[in-house]
């Protein structure tokens, strides 16, 4: 069974940082893209950030030059790297895995910007 755990969420001040980290385990396929999404209260989830195994990366203009996606493929690990937070950076960050068989999502990570 295919598990995707995140980590790495928290509260942070305006201006800050954090690593969101995805662990994926149980696939004998290599996830071909790794993505991160996130979802505000009351707000559709949205597209953040995604990587390929050959490393092309895709960002939503909200976070570009502010938030760096990375995987480590031998790990099937994805991370993603939050500079410059603002209070409307603050959401239920999810982590997407696709490989051959499907789609799989973690059960989210809770970020908070403050003001």
């Known amino acids: 069974q295919v598990q995707l755990v995140e980590s790495?969420?928290?509260?942070?001040?305006?201006?800050?940082?954090?690593?969101?980290?995805?662990a994926g385990s149980g696939s004998i396929f290599a996830?071909?893209?790794?993505?991160?999404?996130?979802?505000?209260?009351?707000?559709?989830?949205?597209?953040?950030?995604?990587?390929?195994t050959g490393g092309s990366t895709n960002y939503a203009d909200s976070v570009k030059d502010r938030f760096t996606i990375s995987r480590d493929n031998a790990k099937k690990t994805v991370y993603l790297q939050m500079e410059s937070?603002?209070?409307?950076?603050?959401a239920v960050y999810?982590?997407?895995?696709?490989?051959?068989?499907?789609?799989?999502w973690g059960q989210g990570t809770q970020v908070t910007v403050s003001s």
Do not use: H
């Open 94 to 104: 999810y982590c997407k895995a696709v490989n051959l068989r499907g789609n799989y």
């Open 31 to 52: 996830f071909n893209v790794m993505s991160w999404y996130r979802q505000a209260p009351g707000k559709q989830r949205e597209f953040v950030a995604s990587a390929t």
């Open 85 to 90: 937070l603002k209070p409307e950076d603050t």
């Open 8 to 22: 790495g969420g928290g509260l942070v001040q305006a201006g800050g940082s954090l690593r969101l980290s995805c």
